[in-house]
């Protein structure tokens, strides 16, 4: 899957989140209608900015993703 990083932008213009990867999670469950961490993980995981994102935040695998998504 490729994340559509201009409907990314456009989605994060009208988002009330100031911090980008919690607005990408916000997009991708929203964008794409994605609910299972599993696969917001593994989108992130294909993704090149998407790599990025979550070796910043040190996840590693869906379960730790899955407690930041709670928090959201």
Not at 6 to 16: G, M, P
Not at 20 to 41: A, V
């Amino acid at each position: 899957m490729t994340i559509d990083w201009d409907a990314y932008k456009d989605h994060k213009q009208y988002s009330v989140r100031d911090d980008n990867f919690e607005i990408t999670l916000e997009f991708l469950k929203s964008y794409y209608n994605m609910t299972n961490p599993y696969d917001i993980y593994d989108a992130l995981k294909e993704d090149d900015i998407g790599q990025m994102m979550l070796k910043k935040r040190n996840i590693t695998d869906a379960a730790t993703l899955e407690k930041i998504l709670y928090t959201i």
